[in-house]
């Protein structure tokens, strides 16, 4: 059954659905957000040799849970991942597959350590975005099948990367989406999500803390439409989706002897990556040093790890700091109180929505909380493209900002094994990408 990770609410299965916590109350300070909590007892990681990620690492995935717990067989499934991926692919030109991983010569003697880029560029939509929206649209189309009812509309605070891949995994379900997109949205990708058949609603700022976007979102989320979003405490079944990267890395890794990875080096922007790839890592024996990188534009989750890491100091124990936390948010996290600007436009966001569960996993590990200026971005991406030819965006080479920013203050050792994640292809007149 899924659990909240902040109230420690156990929430049924059955309907309304919960993609939230049934406690969840606004301004009750508590930080809800659902869990899944599948029994994985002799469950390999690897269920085929397939290279779609959701079928290959399906048992880790709630969709199918429920699929097989309800009594149906295990190749239907795989039927119905392949059919959804088919109507990605006729959108996007392609479905979902395992991405690369790799190194590069110059860029490793460029940082001065051994650096495993993972390149989601090339995933659906040009980013790793898709993933969580395509497990959640599973999941969709699973509860479908075994008659919940999961009509609701689908609606998405994003104008960057998560809104083009909302739209076009939610038109390859057949479902409707509404995008809700702050008054500077990118007309290109307004546009784009126009003809993925998206409605767009503009959300202008009113002088109140926060994102208005995200407000909206709350409103229509209350009125009973479906958050089609990459936000944990909306949907805490969208960070399963993006699990599946880890996994690609964590197996691809395991297949070398001393293949461990020392640390990675995730950008933050709503936390819902890192979460992922924090739980993700999970199937790892010694899950690796977990850094964040934000702007010096905005940087809400370094404020909170810094709050929270003297909370554990003061009470000997991270446990005892988190669960405090938990049911304090405000008194760690808040909205950012200035708007702001920056190369990594899809790292601006106003909080760190999934903030708890990276913080416990970066004082668990020892991690740093990051902050970069836009001269390190702006070298970090030019490195970074000119190093391994991929075509990333600021955002989505922030992580190796972070990095070469770490090993400047000495914090890496020479010869570490280091994941970042490319993810974020340049689109032509870049704008916001959230
Ligand atoms: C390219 C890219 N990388 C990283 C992120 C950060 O992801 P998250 O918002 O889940 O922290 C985003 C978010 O928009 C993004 O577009």
Partial sequence: MPQCAGCGAVAGLGDPWP????????????????????????????????????????????????WVGAGRDDQSFVALVKSLDAAVARLAGLGFRVTPLAHFPDLDEAIGTRVWVKDETGNVAGSHKGRHLFGVLLLLRVLEALGHDVGGELVIASCGNAALAAATV??????????????????????????????????????????????????????????????????GFAIEGASTLAWEVAEARARVRGGALDRVVIQVGGGALAAACVRGFEVLGAPPVVDTVQTTAAHPLERAVGRLRERAQALGSVDAAVAEAAAHRSAYMWPWETEAASVATGIL????????????????????????????????????RSATGIDVDETGSAGLAGLRSLVRAGRVERGSDVLVVFTGRRRPASGSAD
């Fill in 349 to 384: 966001d106003d909080e760190t929505y999934d903030w708890l569960a990276v913080a416990r996993a970066m004082l668990a590990t020892g991690g740093a909380a990051v902050v970069v200026g836009e001269a390190e971005l702006e070298d970090a991406n030019g490195l970074a």
């Fill in 170 to 235: 939610a038109s390859a379900g057949g479902r409707h989406l509404t995008a809700f997109v702050p008054a500077g949205a990118d007309p290109g990708v307004r546009a784009l999500l126009a003809a993925s058949g998206a409605a767009v609603e503009v959300c202008p700022r009113d002088g109140r803390p926060g994102d208005p976007c995200y407000r909206r979102l709350r409103q229509a989320v209350a009125g009973g439409a479906i958050a089609f979003s990459c936000q944990g405490p909306d949907n």
């Fill in 19 to 66: 993609w939230s916590c049934p406690k969840r109350r606004d301004g009750d300070d508590i930080d809800h957000v659902i869990v899944p909590r599948l029994d994985l007892a002799g469950v390999p990681l690897v269920m085929s040799d397939s290279t779609n990620p959701f079928i290959r690492y399906r048992g880790r995935l709630s969709s199918y849970h429920l």
